[in-house]
């Protein structure tokens, strides 16, 4: 894991430290060779372009897949704040990993055209 996202998860309670490093393992995973880098304040996957971000919040850990997996998504969405780039996943609930994996597989095929 990249310093930058070390020092980023540091500066939050344990728990949440929990949810960030678990987040960032599945999309170490599954974004394969892509660069771990700090964009607009959070951590996130790039290749040609960036695939993910997320971020910690008070109640929340937001992931933002862009705007396209969000409509692709949106019926298994229904129980999660979302907007036009991102999605909430509230800390009072487990991370939906399976739906957040499927949510990264599909926007890599997006990326491939």
């Keep these: ?10 500066q ?15 999309l170490k995973k599954l974004c394969k060779g892509a660069e771990e880098r700090m964009a607009y304040g959070m951590p996130a996957f790039r290749s040609t372009e960036n695939i993910v971000y997320f971020a910690a919040f008070k109640n929340h850990l937001g992931f933002y897949p ?5 409509v692709h998504f949106a019926s298994q969405l229904q ?3 979302t907007s036009k780039g991102a999605i909430q ?5 487990p991370l939906p990993l399976k739906l957040m994996e499927d949510i990264v ?9």
Aim: hydrophobic share 30%; glycine share 2%.
């Design 1 to 10: 894991m990249s310093p930058e996202f070390e020092k980023y998860f540091a």
């Design 12 to 26: 939050y309670p344990s728990d949440v430290q929990e949810r960030l490093h678990t987040t960032c393992t599945l």
């Design 66 to 70: 862009t705007p396209a997996p969000i």
């Design 79 to 81: 129980d999660y704040k």
């Design 89 to 93: 996943f509230p800390h009072n609930q």
């Design 105 to 113: 597989k599909w926007r890599l095929k997006e990326m491939k055209g």
